[in-house]
C-alpha cells in the first residue's frame, strides 16, 4: 500500500501541495483527477522521488525517504507523459533499459524474451528492430508502457506488490489504444500490483477507477468510487464547470462537454 | 565484430604511423628489429629516431585521440546533445587559458612557478585551467546535491566565452615571440612529444578511459532523462560527477600535451553511432578505438604533407573533420533533432 500524510511539497515559496493524505491500494486502480494547476502532476513526481517534500510517504510500510534509486525502481516503474530519445535508439533496445534494475521478477531464462512480450502486450509486435525516433507519437508512448511494464514485470515480488504510476499515459493516444492502455494497467491491477494514474478524461477515470482522487489546489477534494467523487456539485466547485452527470448502463456516471451551461 | 576490426585498424595505423615521418624507416625492419634488436635490421640512428621520437609520440597521439573521442561520446550522452563535446562546456577554453597565460606572464609575473615546473610549467597549467572551469561549472549548476545539465551547459557557453576574452587579452599583451608559440600550441600539435610528457598524461588519462565502461549503462539510461534514469534505479547524482570527472581528467590532459585538437570528439562518436548504434557499452570502447586510429592517421599526414616541415595536426583535423561533419549533417538530415 502507498500511502501518503501530511504530504506538503513547496517548489520556491509557493505550497504546491499542502497537508495531501491519501492511500492507493494493491490490486486497485487509483487515479488522480483535477483541473490544471491542481497539483496532480507535482503529487505523482513526489511519489515517483523525484522532488522534495514535508510530511510521510510509505511504500509498503517502508519511508520514500529512506530509499535508494536501486530500492524504488524495484517498487514501481514510472511512465512519464512524453519521451524524446536524442540518439537513434532501436525499439528494443529502448524497452530493454526497463531491465536495467535487474528486477523484473521473470526467470531468469524468460528476461531476454521479456522486451518482446512486452511489446506485443502494447499490441506492437514486430516493432523491436524499428527506430524510436521514426514511430508517431501514440506509438512511442506505448513503447514507454512496454519498458515501464519490463521494469516491474510481476504485480507482485518476493510478497511485495509493486507499482505502476502513469502520468496521463493516454493523452496522445487514439481511443482504440487509449482503452488498449488502460486495460493493460487494469489488468496489472488485477493481479495484485497497485496503479496510479493521472487522467484529464474523466469518462475514462470513472470507467477505469477503483478509487479517484480528486486534487483542487494543492489540496485532495474529494476522493472515493466514481460514483461517489464525480458529481454535480463537485465539478461545479472545482473544475468551475455546470455539467449534467449521466450514468451509463452499468452504473459508470459519465459527462459530456455538451452539457455545460 | 566492429570491435575487432577497430583493433585491427589501429595496429595497422600504429605501424604505419611508426614508420612514416622525415626520416625513411619502413615498416618490415621496425617490426623484426622489435622482436629481435641486436639484429641489425635497422641501423643505429633508425633505431633511435624510432624508440626515442616515433615510438613516444605514437603511444601519445593514440592515448589524445582516444581520450578526446571517449571525452567527446561520454559529454553527448550526458547532455543528451549529439554536438555536446568538451569544447562547449569550456573545459578545452580552459585548458586554453591555464596554457596562454603560462606562455605570456612565465617570463614575467609566473616566473617562479615557470622555472619550478620546467617543461611541465606549460602541461600543468592546461591542466589546472580545465580542471577549474570544470569545478566552477559544477559549482555553478549544483544546488542542493542536484547537478542541472541545463543549467551547466548553459554555463559552460558562458565560461567559455569569458576564457576566450581573457586569452584574446592575453594575445593582445603578448610579444612577438610569445604570439608564435601560443598560436602554435592553440592549433594543436603532437610535435615534441617525449617519454617525460607521455609519463606526465598517461596516468590521468589511462585512469579516465578506464572508467567509462562504468559509464555505460548509465548512459544509456540517460537518453531518457535524467528522471526516468532515475525511475530505472539509476544513482544518477553519482554518474554525472563520475562523467564529468572522467571528462575533465581526459579532456584537461589531453589539451595539456597536444593543444586544442578539434573534431575528434564530435566526429568519432557520430560517426560510430551510424555504424554500430548508440549503446554506450559498444559505443565507448569503439570511440576510443576510432579516435587514437584517427589521431593518429592525421599525426602521420601532418608529418608527411609539407615534409621535412610539419603541419599542427589541429589543423588537419578541423580542415577533414569540418566538412565530413557537414557532409554527414546533410546526407541524415533531421535524425539530429535538438
Known amino acids: 500500500m502507498i500511502e501518503t500524510t501530511n504530504l506538503s511539497v513547496s517548489l520556491g515559496r509557493r505550497e504546491i501541495l499542502s497537508s495531501v493524505g491519501m492511500t492507493a491500494r494493491p490490486g486497485e486502480m487509483t487515479v488522480i ?34 530509499m535508494k534509486p536501486w530500492q524504488m525502481a524495484a517498487l514501481r516503474a514510472v511512465l512519464p507523459q ?31 524474451r521479456l522486451p518482446e512480450r512486452a511489446l506485443a502486450r502494447v499490441g506492437l509486435e514486430n516493432f523491436s528492430g524499428r527506430l524510436y525516433q521514426e514511430l508517431s507519437g501514440g506509438e512511442q508512448q506505448r513503447v514507454q508502457l512496454a519498458r515501464v511494464l519490463c521494469q516491474v514485470w510481476s504485480p507482485v515480488l518476493e510478497g511485495q506488490a509493486r507499482y505502476l504510476f502513469l502520468d496521463e499515459p493516454v493523452s496522445s493516444l487514439d481511443v482504440k489504444h487509449q482503452l488498449l492502455i488502460m486495460n493493460v494497467a487494469r489488468d496489472y491491477a488485477r ?9 484529464h478524461d474523466l469518462n475514462l477515470a470513472a470507467m477505469f477507477a477503483d478509487r479517484i482522487v480528486m486534487m483542487h489546489r494543492g489540496k485532495i477534494a474529494a476522493s472515493g468510487t466514481a460514483a461517489d467523487v464525480l458529481t454535480e456539485e463537485t465539478l461545479a466547485t472545482i473544475f468551475d464547470c455546470r455539467l449534467a452527470v449521466g450514468f451509463a448502463e452499468t452504473g459508470v456516471p459519465f459527462v459530456l462537454p455538451q452539457s455545460a451551461a | 565484430m566492429v570491435l575487432v576490426i577497430l583493433v585491427a585498424l589501429l595496429a595497422a595505423t600504429a605501424l604505419f604511423s611508426l614508420a612514416s615521418g622525415a626520416s625513411d624507416a619502413s615498416i618490415l625492419p621496425i617490426v623484426r628489429d622489435w622482436f629481435a634488436p641486436a639484429g641489425g635490421a635497422l641501423s643505429q640512428r633508425s633505431h633511435l629516431i624510432i624508440m626515442e621520437i616515433r615510438l613516444p609520440r605514437m603511444l601519445l597521439g593514440a592515448l589524445v585521440g582516444a581520450s578526446l573521442a571517449v571525452s567527446g561520446a561520454v559529454m553527448q550522452g550526458l547532455f543528451r546533445n549529439p554536438l555536446a563535446d568538451p569544447g562547449i562546456i569550456g573545459i578545452s577554453a580552459g585548458a586554453s587559458l591555464g596554457a596562454a597565460t603560462m606562455i605570456v606572464l612565465g617570463g614575467t609575473a609566473l616566473a617562479p612557478l615557470a622555472i619550478f615546473f620546467g617543461v611541465y610549467a606549460l602541461p600543468i597549467a592546461a591542466f589546472a585551467g580545465g580542471l577549474a572551469v570544470t569545478t566552477l561549472l559544477y559549482r555553478i549548476s549544483t544546488r542542493e546535491g542536484r547537478t542541472s545539465i541545463a543549467t551547466m551547459l548553459l554555463a559552460g557557453i558562458a565560461i567559455a566565452a569569458m576564457a576566450l576574452a581573457f586569452t584574446g587579452l592575453l594575445i593582445y599583451l603578448a610579444n612577438d615571440q610569445q604570439l608564435r608559440d601560443l598560436s602554435f600550441w592553440m592549433l594543436g600539435s603532437l610535435a615534441g612529444s617525449t617519454w617525460s610528457k607521455l609519463w606526465a598524461v598517461a596516468p590521468i588519462i589511462l585512469p579516465a578511459l578506464a ?62 553511432r551510424l555504424l554500430i548504434g548508440p549503446d554506450h557499452r559498444y559505443l565507448l570502447p569503439a570511440s576510443a578505438l576510432l579516435g587514437a586510429t584517427l589521431l593518429l592517421l592525421a599525426d602521420a599526414a601532418s608529418r608527411t604533407v609539407v615534409a621535412p616541415a610539419e603541419l599542427p595536426i589541429g589543423i588537419l583535423t578541423a580542415a577533414v573533420g569540418g566538412p565530413f561533419f557537414l557532409w554527414i549533417l546533410l546526407r541524415r538530415r533531421g535524425v539530429i533533432d535538438l
Open chain 1, 191 to 199: 493481479h495484485g500490483g497497485g496503479v496510479i494514474a493521472v487522467l
Open chain 2, 211 to 272: 572508467a567509462s565502461p562504468f559509464l555505460a549503462r548509465a548512459l544509456n539510461a540517460l537518453s531518457l532523462g535524467e528522471a526516468s534514469a532515475a525511475h530505472l534505479g539509476v544513482p544518477v547524482q553519482f554518474f554525472k560527477m563520475l562523467a564529468v570527472l572522467v571528462v575533465s581528467a581526459a579532456t584537461g590532459a589531453s589539451v595539456a600535451v597536444s593543444g586544442a585538437i578539434g573534431f575528434v570528439g564530435i566526429v568519432c562518436p557520430h560517426l560510430l
Open chain 1, 33 to 66: 483527477v483535477g483541473p490544471n494547476g491542481s497539483g496532480k502532476t507535482t503529487l505523482m513526481k513526489t511519489l515517483s522521488g523525484d522532488l522534495a517534500y514535508r510530511g510521510r510517504v510509505m511504500f509498503n510500510g517502508i519511508s520514500l525517504s529512506s
Open chain 1, 82 to 112: 512524453a519521451t524524446t530519445l536524442a540518439f537513434p535508439f532501436t525499439v528494443h533496445e529502448v524497452v530493454r533499459l526497463g531491465l536495467t534494475n535487474g528486477r523484473s521478477g521473470a526467470l531468469p531464462d524468460a528476461v531476454a
